[in-house]
């Protein structure tokens, strides 16, 4: 089978698995509730550092007020907030509320429960070799944060 139907496959498959695991959690009426591109900016909101709706853009590659538009509804329903800047208030930084860090804690234990099922799967070697061949691509596949 050539690579590309190999990734085709394998992002399908754990797609279908994390489905199901998300169904296990608790709390997955919350993951439910927002759209896939919004979870995306709770996920790079959780990694950055207090980043700003400039940066948010900057890393998504879309323009502000598209970055605007998502950060507000991520606000409305009260998984972020904004805090302004203490040097200046031009600047608002964005961080997680409680909410918000649950809603990735149900995806992480999800991911976990995924992981658990790879684990069954692999040898010992195996799943050394997998996670070494995975870090490898997740490095070179990683955006630039800063």
């Known amino acids: 089978m050539p690579l590309w139907q190999l990734v085709r496959r394998v992002s399908e498959s754990y797609g279908r698995r994390l489905q199901e695991h998300k169904k ?3 709390g997955s009426k919350l993951l439910s509730s927002v759209s896939v591109q919004q979870f995306q900016y709770v996920q790079a909101i959780s990694r950055m550092d207090r980043p700003t709706v400039g940066r948010l853009a900057e890393y998504f590659s879309v ?3 598209t970055a605007t538009v998502i950060v507000r ?3 409305d329903q009260g998984l972020i907030r904004k805090k302004i800047d203490a040097d200046d208030a031009r600047i608002q930084h964005i961080t997680l ?3 918000g860090h649950r809603l990735l804690s149900v995806q992480e234990g999800a991911f976990k429960a995924l992981a658990g099922d790879i684990g069954h799967i692999l040898t010992k070697e195996e799943l050394r070799r997998y996670s070494e061949i995975t870090e490898k691509i997740c490095r070179a596949f990683e955006p630039d944060e800063n």
């Open 73 to 75: 509804r991520l606000e």
């Open 24 to 26: 296990d959690q608790p």
């Open 63 to 65: 323009t502000p007020p």
């Open 97 to 99: 509320t409680e909410k």
